[in-house]
């Protein structure tokens, strides 16, 4: 069982940056895969980015690459969203999630949500133009 809480959210200007962390339970951290989703309101959930286990691979969607960067810190059992010039469309409240598929590797990402077995309760980033 892993318990995920996100903090870092909050209100601010467009071109603003904001750094989202996510602090997990457990002494496990290191076999997940993670993942920021994020769910805007009358909109559905979607992917923003993913990190491997070992930290050496991600991936972003289209929308926010060069912008967000996404890194883990498995001695902390934490992961960040370091979000740079943020856009009004960016407001969401924002979710990190922790996938538990085995990759001998340590290479697995994923962008699916249905692939990942814990989430956080959310933060609310709003950007204002």
């Known amino acids: 069982q892993v318990q995920l809480v996100e903090s870092g959210g909050g209100l601010v200007q467009a071109g603003d940056s904001l750094r989202l962390s996510c602090a997990a339970s457990?002494?496990?951290?290191?076999?997940?895969?993670m993942g920021w989703f994020r769910q805007a309101p009358g909109k559905e959930r979607e992917f923003v980015a993913a990190?491997?286990?070992?930290?050496?691979?991600?991936y972003y969607t289209d929308s926010v690459k060069g912008r967000f960067t996404i890194s883990r810190d498995n001695a902390k059992n934490t992961v960040y969203l370091q979000m740079n010039s943020l856009k009004p469309e960016d407001t969401a409240v924002y979710y990190c999630?922790?996938?538990?598929?085995?990759?001998?590797?340590?290479?697995?990402?994923?962008?699916?949500?249905?692939?990942?077995?814990?989430w956080g309760q959310g933060t609310q980033v709003t950007v204002s133009s």
């Open positions: 457990g002494r496990t951290f290191s076999w997940y895969a």
């Open positions: 990190i491997s286990r070992s930290g050496g691979i991600t």
């Open positions: 999630a922790a996938d538990r598929t085995y990759s001998s590797s340590g290479s697995y990402y994923s962008r699916n949500g249905a692939t990942y077995n814990y």
